[in-house]
């Protein structure tokens, strides 16, 4: 399944499939961005980052992919578990030497038995 | 895993009471920030810090207030309660070596 993280809000995908979540960013200066997941009731836990120097970078289970020429970040996660049920959220840190990080609106991941 | 933590988790208050949210990490990172978050939306930055004695608002304005006397503490105060304040709010912590910034678990606030 695949969404658009700031237009479709939740994505349900069958468990086992590959999900495609997206995400648009602001500032083309940012030298980097992380993908979090938030479980129900929890902080947002780090999954993986990518720099600005980067098209592309695996994590295990999750590819994250970076267009600059669109400011279009993804999150993909290898077959899908029930565990990955939870908000993901983008971040970019859009001011270098400030760490100050943006997030995005979230997509919530729902995987189906 | 993270060290920080958030106390109490949560807190249900009347309109009007003062009250202070603890954040403490043992990791000893310089930067710390809290985030106020609605249920199912983003995060906002409320308040920043890049180390002892320093503080910044950040994005959303807030009636809240914070302090940086320890590098480990970042509490959170808010002087008079109101509805409007119910929410979770994040804090969160950052080292040197790392871009990501690591979250406690929250604490719900509901104002009444």
């Known amino acids: 399944g695949e969404s658009v993280g700031l237009h479709l809000p939740t994505l349900s995908v069958q468990e086992g499939d590959n999900s495609i979540i997206n995400c648009a960013y602001s500032?083309?200066?940012?030298?980097?961005f992380i993908w979090y997941k938030q479980e129900s009731g929890k902080g947002p836990q780090f999954i993986i980052d990518i720099r600005s120097n980067m098209d592309k970078r695996q994590g295990q289970r999750v590819t994250v992919l970076l267009n600059k020429t669109v400011k279009h970040l993804s999150l993909q996660i290898a077959a899908t578990q029930p565990g990955d049920s939870a908000v993901y959220f983008c971040?970019?840190?859009?001011?270098?030497?400030?760490?100050?990080?943006?997030f995005g609106t979230g997509t919530r991941l729902k995987v189906l038995a | 895993e993270a060290d920080i933590y958030q106390t109490p988790r949560y807190l249900v208050i009347g309109t009007g009471k003062k009250i202070t949210l603890e954040c403490s990490q043992t990791?000893?990172?310089?930067?710390m920030y809290w985030y106020q978050q609605d249920p199912g939306m983003e995060l906002h930055l409320i308040h920043y810090?890049?180390?002892?004695?320093?503080?910044e608002k950040g994005d959303l304005s807030s009636e809240s207030t914070v302090s940086r006397i320890r590098t480990e503490h970042f509490p959170l105060t808010l002087e008079s309660a109101r509805p409007s304040h119910t929410s979770q709010y994040l804090c969160?912590?950052?080292?040197?070596?790392?871009?990501?910034?690591?979250f406690g678990q929250g604490t719900r606030l509901t104002v009444v």
């Open positions: 810090s890049y180390g002892v004695n320093s503080t």
């Open positions: 990791m000893g990172h310089d930067k």
């Open positions: 969160a912590s950052r080292g040197l070596t790392y871009t990501e910034a690591f």
């Open positions: 500032n083309s200066a940012s030298d980097y």
């Open positions: 971040a970019e840190n859009p001011f270098s030497g400030t760490y100050k990080y943006i």
